[in-house]
């Protein structure tokens, strides 16, 4: 693994990209406060170690646009629909972390000044330099772009030196680990071969546009206690992509 992709703690700044999904526990819809409570925990001991935080929660357990396409809603309507959704999963993190004593900033893609801040680059980095956690809601702010696309996109613009995405696994898999006991994980995989052979990692977009910048994606287990920091140690299971 090469330097520019060792996660360790001497990052300075890294984008943490989780799914709408992961706050909603064992649920099947919304949210779940001990699941908040415990990942909220987590970026907080990353937090505690002097990392600037960049996050981006995706809000498929409230509303996912793709699917509100393909039951017959228009998409765009769909799509800022599931933006919205983003933004309640960004306030419910900002307020479990803020009872942790970690200053956060929610901001927005879609103004909506009584709630969060407008998205404004120079502004969101001054609050990383200030070490609050800057939550990224709303995507892109346009439809058609999932959050993955907004994350790497964020990432990018915040100058992260990585994208470490939390998921419900230790890493990438050749298939479905949880259908295919027989799946074999990889440590490490190459942006163009993810495209190539459609690796559950990220759309195609977002891998494109890491590749093109960069920046190396860290896939582990976001259920793995400690899992977040151990990774900036260098320590636990995850796969890195990159070059």
């Not at 990392?51 to 646009?65: A, D, K, S």
């Not at 969060?116 to 772009?145: D, M, W």
């Not at 459609?198 to 400690?226: C, H, Q, T, Y």
Request: aromatic fraction near 6%.
């Amino acid at each position: 693994m090469s330097e520019t992709s060792k996660p360790n703690a001497s990052f300075k700044r890294v984008m943490l990209k989780i799914s709408g999904e992961a706050l909603m526990g064992e649920q099947g819809f919304g949210l779940h406060p001990p699941t908040v409570e415990r990942i909220a925990n987590e970026i907080k001991s990353v937090h505690d170690l002097g990392v600037e935080i960049c996050l981006v929660i995706g809000g498929g357990n409230i509303f996912r646009g793709l699917q509100g396409s393909a039951q017959g809603m228009e998409r765009t309507t769909a799509d800022y629909m599931g933006m919205l959704a983003t933004v309640m999963n960004a306030l419910a993190m900002q307020s479990a972390l803020e009872a942790r004593n970690v200053f956060t900033r929610v901001i927005s893609a879609i103004p909506m000044d009584q709630v969060c801040e407008p998205y404004i680059r120079r502004r969101a980095v001054r609050h990383l330099e200030k070490k609050r956690v800057c939550i990224f809601a709303a995507g892109t702010g346009n439809p058609y772009f999932t959050t993955d696309t907004a994350a790497t996109l964020r990432a990018s613009e915040m100058a992260c030196e990585a994208i470490l995405k939390g998921t419900k696994v230790d890493g990438v898999y050749d298939k479905d680990p949880v259908r295919n006991p027989d799946a074999v994980r990889y440590d490490k995989v190459t942006y163009n071969e993810v495209l190539a052979k459609r690796l559950a990692v990220m759309d195609a977009s977002a891998i494109a546009l890491a590749r093109d910048n960069g920046l190396p994606i860290i896939v582990f287990s976001l259920d793995e206690a400690g899992g977040f920091r151990g990774i900036l140690n260098g320590k636990g299971t995850y796969t890195t992509v990159s070059e």
